[in-house]
């Protein structure tokens, strides 16, 4: 997952902390506040700034005052965003949540700004200077779009209520998340260990039993996933599924109905038929038909499939009890663990001792140093808590970007993984004058920038200490990938002159295609052999392992695809139906059936853990758009996932661009055509 933060376009001299995420690692919550209040009252300057403009202004001047509205507001939004999710302190946390709140409002103002609007529209686009600036003007062209669609041009009423409502959807989507990361349920086995066979050796030996020989058991990541892959016990396995589906319930059952209800007035009142046909507008589908379309496609493409893994899972669970008729979901991930046991002779518990999480750290940073060209430096600063990691890139002597990793669990903290972009990389004018006369993104002179960008990654993988390796899952390792797909988009693409088009800028459908196809590093047999040891013997990963363990994970992709249309389908249905009146609960019942075959288990609130909801809103179909684009350009890439000539010329057309051009534009750019589906049907197929 990305999580993507943005803030409106103020001179980062004005603000030291605008430079650098650096002085507010630490931070409490009254630096947190004052860094904010500077960087407002520096954007407000910019914006009267920009406003007063002469007309003869040259284009390239007036887009540079345009673009300086965000600089300084670019790292405390950041921050903000972050701390709201993962900082130790309460206090710390509602002052982030403030401080997004005061943000937020402003950009809804500034969204609404028919000055600035009016200053930005006064720009020759058909000029000649504009037509010799490719990324400039897209720059213009897509901001006049975006205020146009935040209602700049509407009646005084309507721009009104749009200011409350978007107020409003920040504080709701805080409560949302707030009832998700706070409500970490437990289940508790009184028979003790008895009850965790069939579980790992090092996992039960992580949850000794209480006094009374008890063993708890929590919905978090680290204990779900394992539990539900390996745990014998079908009651166990459902006690806990129940309780992880019902997080969040009952608060954010009205929580969500609320944000649908707000969301669905927003974009009526913009024009729009539904929030779904509003969100879809300005990504690569265009329309929410489209995009059902790309749904119903895709749950079409897996029928087959889906069919004889049902049939295989079905006959495993007739073995024990013969009266089965069909499988319910807290019971599909032990089946299919099953059968790549038995059928595939491979089990996920065989390759865990090569993954403790240190090592898989490392393998990560590595892979990506050697196929990207860059050094990793470790930085010894002080963060927000003690397990933070602090990391330079470098490249040539060249400091590109700075990271930080937050990667194990804790109360409180963000439950799932995701990148959060904290500060947008700017190259000086001087540097980036070539490039945006060519379209390109590196700087002529490639110096310093005027400012790093940097991003974190949040997880919550196992943690290697002096008494626990921290294994972990393949499908964590998988993720680790995935995630730092995402890191390195944000990292390489903040070379830019402007901070609009910098980082992940580009269309929302596309943000998970790094990420995506950086996942296939995790299943290849040199890379994996490069770090991954066991944590006993030091012996490398067995080659005929990997390919178990790669047959294994394409094993189920028919059934774990409709599941991930499921999402899809849900999320595009509740944002394209009028609320009113809606039963949330009611929608699940009717979809689930319509994509996969596991019933909707009674007493379950899926939605209120839903996160996606608040996030991505409409978009979930996102995920499997992007995989069918990542297929795609992993055709580009020969037999050797490590040649770096092509991983070059793959960071260089499709992640340093950012946002300057449309993301069909970079994939053909890599791919030398325009993408397809072929890659993706051939891979369902095979």
Known sequence: ???????????????????????????????????????????????????????????????????????????????????????????????????????????????????????????????????????????????????RRAGVDRDEATRARVVELREELVLIGQEFSRHIAGDVRTITLPEGRAGLAGLPEDWIASHPPAADGSVTVTTNPTDFLPFMKYAQSSAHRKALYLAFHSRGAPANLDVLSRMLARRHELATILGYASWAAYATEDKMIRTPERAAQFIARVTELTGARLQRELDELLAVQRQRDPGARLIHDYDRMQLMESVRRDRLRYDSRDARPYFPYAAVQRGVLETTSRLYGVTLHKLDLACWHPDIEAWDVRENGTLLARFYLDMHPRTDKYKHAAMFDLVNGMLPAADAATAGAAGGTRGAGDGAATRLPEACLVCNFPQTTDSDPGLMEPGEVTTFFHEFGHLMHHLLAGRQRWLAVSGISTEWDFVEVPSQLYEEWARDVAVLQSFARHHATGEPIPSALVERMRQAAEYGKGINTRIQMFYAGLSLEYYSRDPAGLDTTDVIRQQKPRYVPFPHEEGTTLQTGFGHLEGYTALYYTYMWSLVLAKDLLSGFGADLMDTTVARRYRHCVLEPGGSKDAELLVSDFLGRPFDFRAFEAWLAA
């Open 1 to 147: 997952m990305h999580t993507q933060t943005s803030a409106p376009s103020a001179s980062s001299a004005s603000v030291p902390s605008a430079t650098t995420l650096t002085p507010l690692l630490a931070a409490g919550p009254e630096a947190l506040a004052e860094a904010a209040t500077a960087a407002l009252a520096s954007a407000a300057a910019a914006r009267d700034r920009f406003v007063a403009l002469p007309a003869a202004t040259p284009f390239l001047a007036a887009v540079d005052a345009f673009d300086a509205l965000g600089h300084d507001l670019n790292t405390v939004t950041g921050a903000a965003g972050l701390f709201f999710q993962v900082h130790p302190e309460h206090a710390v946390r509602e002052r982030a949540a403030s401080v997004e709140q005061d943000i937020s409002r402003y950009a809804t103002e500034l969204s609404l700004d028919r000055a600035v609007y009016e200053r930005l529209a006064a720009l020759d686009l058909d000029s000649a200077e504009a037509k010799a600036q490719p990324v400039a003007r897209r720059l213009v062209e897509k901001a006049l779009r975006d205020f």
